[in-house]
């Protein structure tokens, strides 16, 4: 059964509805993959039982001539920033281990009754702050692929690093991430497979570990721009819980998917030519736009003029943000308390926030509780809010002459684990072409494109318009079709 495992999410979902295999079997062949795979170290707990239980109602309604929902029979690994009923949620941090909700969130919850099951709860950078993986309480993940040639261990990309590890391994056909500053799209170029960003309040935030909730949306990680789409119509709608919720319908994006660009245009910022990035990843953005063209539409160049703003000004907000987020793990509500001897509630509350976060975690808060402080707040807070605008409106014009942007995912492909710790901003870089569509809180995409003289995957980003993810996963669309990305990362696992 194992070539199951090869399937995603609309093949398994079809191919359950029509017969050609159970629900039972794809859930027991995922369940043995991610058994064999502890060494990717993708999940922080695996949940078998709730995937074959989700698959045996799948097969149940089949029995019964039912619908069985737009996910149905389809096991996904969970990001471990979503609350699970009564399944450990931790956000890869000491502080919240042993954490288990009483309550499920709402984009979890729309998956169930999607008729999607759950393979476990994946491993992430704590917090979701990283992009690397590095930061996990729980170790780092390992990406599947591998430079040739070289057995060093690659980052599978962050913070929804377990996410892209898990899919491109082929130990669940989908995952959840979640996108703050790129941290659906990074990991998904780094490792070969597509994630989307919705605009933001399109998925609802309640039950999310909050990191920074102007910012923090969730989306799909799957291997093909047609999974996205589909998994997307499942976590996407209206929650008046999320008080940033939108009150839109979800757009049929499934069938609405369609390659054809013509009058299309598509714009090219000339911001994102920046010093150190990889020659071949810009390489892969000319061969994008050959694509693109030839799917019919018209590339245009275009200006976003606060592009290099924009990081600094995300590293201004996402800390201040996380430091007000943060406040409420004190050790008296969830998880982890740590009560010295004779200790009083203030000693309480510092030391079990000392052993709790890792050290990005204290650096971020510590960040952003300095940029909000008295005396400061106006030279870094408010200036990074003037600047988010700004980026916001050079979106703005630059849609007044294109559809959508192209651009490439990230500056560079994977690297080892453990070689850009020296220095926080390396890391930071990672994220200078995701950031700005997080500020806008537009819809972003990361579609694979090829893989460099390494052997490693490289991703190009589409950006759209806000509450266009129809334009962006057709352009998507046309990509993939043109560039046939099949490179898979051999097993060493
Ligand atoms: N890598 C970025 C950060 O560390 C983005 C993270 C994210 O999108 N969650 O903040």
């Not at 909730?213 to 997307?232: H, K, N, T, W, Y």
Request: hydrophobic content about 40%; glycine content about 10%.
């Amino acid at each position: 059964m194992s070539e199951l495992t090869n399937l995603g999410v609309k093949a398994i979902r079809d191919g359950v509805t029509d017969g050609s295999f159970t629900a039972r079997e794809v859930a027991e062949a995922f369940n043995t993959a991610v058994a064999d795979a502890a060494e990717l170290n993708a999940f922080i707990v695996t949940t078998p039982d709730h995937a074959l239980a989700a698959a045996d109602a799948a097969d149940a309604k089949r029995a019964r001539g039912e619908d069985l929902g737009i996910m149905g029979g389809v096991p996904i690994g969970m990001k471990d920033l979503f609350a699970t009923k009564g399944v450990q949620t931790t956000a890869a941090s000491h502080i919240l281990e042993g954490f288990t909700p009483e309550y499920e969130s709402t984009v979890s919850q729309k998956l169930w009754d999607a008729g999607a099951g759950m393979l476990g709860k994946l491993n992430l950078d704590q917090f979701a702050m990283g992009s690397s993986n590095e930061t996990s309480y729980f170790g780092n993940v390992n990406s599947p692929w591998r430079k040739e040639g070289s057995n060093a261990a690659m980052s599978p990309g962050g913070s929804s690093g377990g996410s892209s590890s898990a899919v491109a391994a082929r130990i669940a056909p989908a995952a959840t991430g979640t996108d703050t500053g790129g941290s659906i799209r990074q990991p998904a170029a780094f490792t070969g497979i597509c994630g989307i960003k919705p605009t933001y309040g399109r998925c609802s935030r309640w039950g999310v570990v909050a990191f920074a909730s102007s910012l923090d949306q969730a989306g799909p990680m799957a291997r093909s721009v047609e999974d996205c789409a589909i998994m997307l119509e499942a976590m996407a709608g209206f929650d008046p819980k999320d008080a940033t919720s939108l009150q839109m319908d979800v757009p049929a994006w499934e069938a609405g998917l369609d390659a054809d660009l013509k009058g299309k245009k598509i714009g090219i910022p000339k911001e994102y030519r920046m010093d150190g990035t990889d020659e071949e990843i810009l390489k892969s953005w000319e061969q994008g736009k050959e694509w693109l063209r030839d799917a019919g539409a018209t590339i245009v160049d275009v200006s976003l003029p606060h592009t290099k703003y924009a990081l600094p000004a995300y590293y201004i907000v996402a800390p201040a943000e996380a430091s007000s987020n943060l406040a409420r793990y004190d050790g008296v509500r969830y998880g982890l308390r740590d009560l010295p001897d004779g200790a009083g509630l203030q000693d309480m509350y510092a030391a079990t926030r000392a052993a709790g976060f890792g050290d990005e975690v204290k650096r971020r808060i510590l960040i952003g509780t300095y940029v909000l402080s008295a005396g400061f707040y106006d030279a870094y807070y408010t200036q990074a809010q003037k600047i988010r605008t700004l980026v916001s409106q050079d979106f703005e014009k630059a849609f007044a002459q294109c559809d959508a942007i192209l651009a490439p995912t990230t500056p560079t492909a994977s690297f080892p684990l453990g070689s850009l710790n020296e220095d926080p901003l390396t890391m930071y870089l990672n994220d200078v072409f995701a950031v700005p569509a997080s500020l806008a809180g537009l819809p972003a995409m990361s579609v694979p494109a090829t893989v460099n003289s390494d052997g490693l995957p490289l991703g190009l980003q589409i950006v759209g318009k806000p509450f266009d993810e129809q334009g962006v996963l057709n352009a998507g669309l046309a990509i993939q079709q043109r560039a046939g990305f099949a490179a898979q990362p051999e097993k060493w696992w």
